[in-house]
């Protein structure tokens, strides 16, 4: 996981390069086997060197083509190498190197903003062209990789990280309310904002161009909602997903050093894993070593290690369980003062890895299973596509499966409720759900634990309820596939999930969130991702013969939800929301998030999955008070309270 800061003075101004250097400095975790810095004039860029394929080790960092004049500091990876050299090779542009940053460069020569939608990969990249005098930056189109910028008066800055952004003194930290606003009540809606005024993130499948002119933003890469994949037999989409699959892991598994795997004992890490062990055996690939880990529950609804233990009988490697916990409170207020953003969640760090990962040099890649719930979960959308289609009886029967799905899945929310929202609502026309709006119930409120003139404020509402316009889909199942793809959480959660591998010098890659995959999953028909009772069909059907038959068959899922309110309870409970600086700001309503937690706290008490409905609020309001105290109260132990009530009653 590699680094990338720019200065741009646009204005004409020497560029300090000074300013580069601090931003480099501050994520030496990426940076493991390098840096360097390039400044000329109005423009500094540097690049943290973290090697993670056989090709890196001949990478200058920055790569500078000296004949063009180009400069690129790029994080990322290349997939469809061997493709594109050819390519450019044919249209007269030598690839030398064969490094993933001269591909790019020369893909950019060849085909200027259009070079990034025929890069297959994860890629976050700021190209200075001297020549046009602009800069040229991408992400890929999921936003695997992390790219942030701000856009100042006569200077622009971009970085890996956010945080890396505020060693330009000129960049003031001031809270963005409305991106608080959404963090509150749930997860971000928009896909550009960050929690501090002025500081964006690219859009994934964006670029930009900045100049003296200012600053040019395009989407470069969509769906397309109208490519189909037809076959004749379920067998045949198996197939074409297995061969696709194996090509995916094939490109992912490309390292210099070790790779490690997580392995949960669900679906999809176990098809990661198994589908690497039988490429490892057929001889195409060579990994110096591989292993997996698991964080091992031995109760509840997260404990999966019978099934891991399954994997390991069929394909024995290094393996390592590591105990579940909760991080101190200690290590949150670290977290939250170095990268200046939300701590984790619990259901992503709620083990201490630094055991395993944290003194190693002969590791550099770690495999995670994000996405495959995204693209092959089954959803309550296709009770609209039943509906419409008349197919009562199906619908019955989807229902009854889906009102007893077992731990592991959303709750279910009541037939009628689910009926209404998701059978019957979606079929209205927009305009008469407008027209009917003001007659069928009040005016939408804020959720209750935000102060009502804050959420009118930040025009709350409106951002949570825009309307979107989306292409003509095959169904509404198809249709909610391109909303997740679109969403606002997706790269969110993907920036969260790289800072913490980063920070064990690894680079994260997530097979199912190659975009092969992702065009695959919404070409096929939705029966082949899910039929009533059957989630992720086509990637259970393709795994015949690879993965364990328990695994394969098997319907449940690990659920970490309940980390959420045993991390609230092991910080503190209700005595965290006790003091809270988001309610002198006028964000929080004390009263309110006190009764929400006592309410998710009783009905966690006693299993009940309304719990969830609240659970992740609570958890962001506990955040965003953490990081208001750090960030902008220079509070160092904002909970001291807390421990010193825990202290007084022990």
């Given at each position: 996981?590699?680094?990338?800061?720019?200065?741009?003075?646009?204005?004409?101004?020497?560029?300090?390069?000074?300013?580069?250097?601090?931003?480099?400095?501050?994520?030496?975790?990426?940076?493991?086997?390098?840096?360097?810095?390039?400044?000329?004039?109005?423009?500094?860029?540097?690049?943290?060197?973290?090697?993670?394929?056989?090709?890196?080790?001949?990478?200058?960092?920055?790569?500078?083509?000296?004949?063009?004049?180009?400069?690129?500091?790029?994080d990322g990876r290349v997939d469809n190498r061997g493709?594109?050299?050819?390519?450019?090779?044919?249209?007269?542009?030598?690839?030398?190197?064969?490094?993933?940053?001269?591909?790019?460069?020369?893909?950019?020569?060849?085909?200027?903003?259009?070079?990034?939608?025929?890069?297959?990969?994860?890629?976050?990249?700021?190209?200075?062209?001297?020549?046009?005098?602009?800069?040229?930056?991408?992400?890929?189109?999921?936003?695997?990789?992390?790219?942030?910028?701000?856009?100042?008066?006569?200077?622009?800055?971009?970085?890996?990280?956010?945080?890396?952004?505020?060693?330009?003194?000129?960049?003031?930290?001031?809270?963005?309310?409305?991106?608080?606003?959404?963090?509150?009540?749930?997860?971000?809606?928009?896909?550009?904002?960050?929690?501090?005024?002025?500081?964006?993130?690219?859009?994934?499948?964006?670029?930009?161009?900045?100049?003296?002119?200012?600053?040019?933003?395009?989407?470069?890469?969509?769906?397309?909602?109208?490519?189909e994949i037809t076959y004749r037999s379920d067998d045949?989409?198996?197939?074409?997903?297995?061969?696709?699959?194996?090509?995916?892991?094939?490109?992912?598994?490309?390292?210099?050093?070790?790779?490690?795997?997580?392995?949960?004992?669900?679906?999809?890490?176990?098809?990661?894993?198994?589908?690497?062990?039988?490429?490892?055996?057929?001889?195409?690939?060579?990994?110096?070593?591989?292993?997996?880990?698991?964080?091992?529950?031995?109760?509840?609804?997260?404990?999966?290690?019978?099934?891991?233990?399954?994997?390991?009988?069929?394909?024995?490697?290094?393996?390592?369980?590591?105990?579940?916990?909760?991080?101190?409170?200690?290590?949150?207020?670290?977290?939250?003062?170095?990268?200046?953003?939300?701590?984790?969640?619990?259901?992503?760090?709620?083990?201490?890895?630094?055991?395993?990962?944290?003194?190693?040099?002969?590791?550099?890649?770690?495999?995670?299973?994000?996405?495959?719930?995204?693209?092959?979960?089954?959803?309550?959308?296709?009770?609209?596509?039943?509906?419409?289609?008349?197919?009562?009886?199906?619908?019955?029967?989807?229902?009854?499966?889906?009102?007893?799905?077992?731990?592991?899945?959303?709750?279910?929310?009541?037939?009628?409720?689910?009926?209404?929202?998701?059978?019957?609502?979606?079929?209205?026309?927009?305009?008469?759900?407008?027209?009917?709006?003001?007659?069928?119930?009040?005016?939408?409120?804020?959720?209750?634990?935000?102060?009502?003139?804050?959420?009118?404020?930040?025009?709350?509402?409106?951002?949570?309820?825009?309307?979107?316009?989306?292409?003509?889909?095959?169904?509404?199942?198809?249709?909610?596939?391109?909303?997740?793809?679109?969403?606002?959480?997706?790269?969110?959660?993907?920036?969260?999930?790289?800072?913490?591998?980063?920070?064990?010098?690894?680079?994260?890659?997530?097979?199912?969130?190659?975009?092969?995959?992702?065009?695959?999953?919404?070409?096929?028909?939705?029966?082949?991702?899910?039929?009533?009772?059957?989630?992720?069909?086509?990637?259970?059907?393709?795994?015949?013969?690879?993965?364990?038959?328990?695994?394969?068959?098997?319907?449940?899922?690990?659920?970490?939800?309940?980390?959420?309110?045993?991390?609230?309870?092991?910080?503190?409970?209700?005595?965290?929301?006790?003091?809270?600086?988001?309610?002198?700001?006028?964000?929080?309503?004390?009263?309110?998030?006190?009764?929400?937690?006592?309410?998710?706290?009783?009905?966690?008490?006693?299993?009940?999955?309304?719990?969830?409905?609240?659970?992740?609020?609570?958890?962001?309001?506990?955040?965003?008070?953490l990081w208001l105290n750090v960030v902008f109260l220079?509070?160092?132990?904002?909970?001291?309270?807390?421990?010193?009530?825990?202290?007084?009653?022990?």
């Amino acid at each position: 996981m590699s680094g990338i800061a720019v200065l741009y003075q646009w204005d004409g101004a020497p560029a300090d390069r000074s300013t580069v250097e601090r931003m480099i400095d501050v994520i030496p975790y990426r940076s493991v086997d390098g840096f360097g810095v390039w400044g000329n004039g109005p423009v500094a860029i540097g690049h943290a060197k973290l090697q993670t394929t056989p090709e890196a080790a001949a990478e200058t960092s920055p790569f500078v083509d000296e004949a063009s004049g180009l400069v690129l500091s790029m994080d990322g990876r290349v997939d469809n190498r061997g493709e594109l050299a050819a390519q450019l090779n044919s249209h007269g542009h030598r690839v030398r190197t064969g490094t993933d940053a001269e591909i790019v460069l020369r893909a950019w020569q060849c085909w200027g903003t259009e070079a990034p939608a025929r890069v297959i990969g994860d890629f976050a990249f700021a190209l200075w062209d001297p020549s046009k005098q602009e800069l040229f930056c991408a992400r890929d189109p999921l936003g695997v990789k992390s790219f942030y910028y701000f856009n100042g008066p006569g200077f622009f800055l971009c970085a890996s990280e956010l945080h890396q952004l505020f060693q330009e003194p000129r960049v003031v930290r001031r809270p963005n309310e409305p991106a608080i606003a959404e963090m509150l009540v749930r997860l971000p809606v928009d896909r550009e904002e960050t929690l501090f005024e002025g500081i964006r993130r690219l859009e994934p499948a964006h670029y930009l161009k900045v100049s003296a002119r200012g600053v040019e933003r395009r989407r470069y890469y969509d769906l397309d909602a109208s490519r189909e994949i037809t076959y004749r037999s379920d067998d045949e989409y198996s197939d074409h997903f297995l061969q696709l699959f194996k090509e995916v892991m094939r490109c992912q598994l490309r390292s210099n050093k070790g790779v490690a795997s997580d392995l949960s004992g669900g679906l999809d890490s176990g098809s990661i894993v198994c589908v690497t062990e039988q490429l490892r055996r057929d001889g195409e690939v060579q990994l110096p070593n591989f292993e997996t880990f698991t964080v091992r529950f031995d109760t509840g609804p997260a404990a999966e290690a019978e099934y891991v233990e399954e994997v390991l009988h069929k394909y024995p490697h290094r393996h390592t369980y590591l105990p579940p916990g909760m991080a101190p409170l200690s290590q949150l207020i670290a977290q939250v003062a170095h990268y200046l953003d939300l701590p984790d969640f619990p259901n992503s760090a709620c083990a201490d890895y630094t055991p395993l990962l944290g003194n190693r040099n002969d590791l550099r890649v770690r495999l995670t299973g994000l996405g495959g719930d995204e693209w092959f979960g089954s959803t309550y959308a296709a009770y609209a596509d039943l509906l419409k289609q008349f197919r009562i009886v199906a619908l019955w029967r989807r229902l009854r499966i889906d009102r007893n799905q077992p731990a592991g899945f959303p709750p279910f929310p009541g037939y009628a409720k689910a009926l209404v929202w998701s059978g019957v609502l979606p079929l209205v026309p927009y305009r008469l759900k407008a027209a009917l709006r003001p007659w069928l119930r009040r005016p939408a409120e804020p959720p209750a634990l935000v102060v009502p003139a804050f959420a009118a404020r930040t025009k709350l509402m409106d951002r949570l309820s825009a309307r979107q316009l989306w292409p003509r889909c095959r169904s509404f199942a198809h249709r909610d596939l391109l909303r997740c793809y679109s969403s606002g959480w997706l790269p969110y959660a993907l920036e969260m999930d790289a800072r913490w591998t980063a920070g064990f010098r690894l680079e994260g890659r997530n097979p199912f969130l190659d975009r092969r995959i992702l065009e695959f999953a919404f070409a096929i028909p939705d029966n082949q991702r899910f039929r009533p009772g059957v989630s992720k069909f086509v990637l259970r059907n393709s795994m015949r013969g690879i993965l364990p038959e328990r695994i394969r068959l098997r319907s449940s899922k690990a659920d970490l939800t309940e980390l959420h309110p045993m991390a609230l309870t092991a910080l503190g409970g209700e005595r965290l929301f006790d003091r809270l600086n988001v309610v002198k700001n006028g964000w929080v309503d004390g009263v309110a998030v006190r009764r929400l937690y006592r309410s998710m706290a009783e009905a966690f008490s006693r299993r009940d999955p309304s719990y969830m409905g609240n659970v992740l609020e609570l958890w962001n309001t506990f955040a965003v008070e953490l990081w208001l105290n750090v960030v902008f109260l220079g509070v160092s132990d904002p909970f001291k309270h807390v421990t010193e009530t825990s202290a007084a009653a022990l």
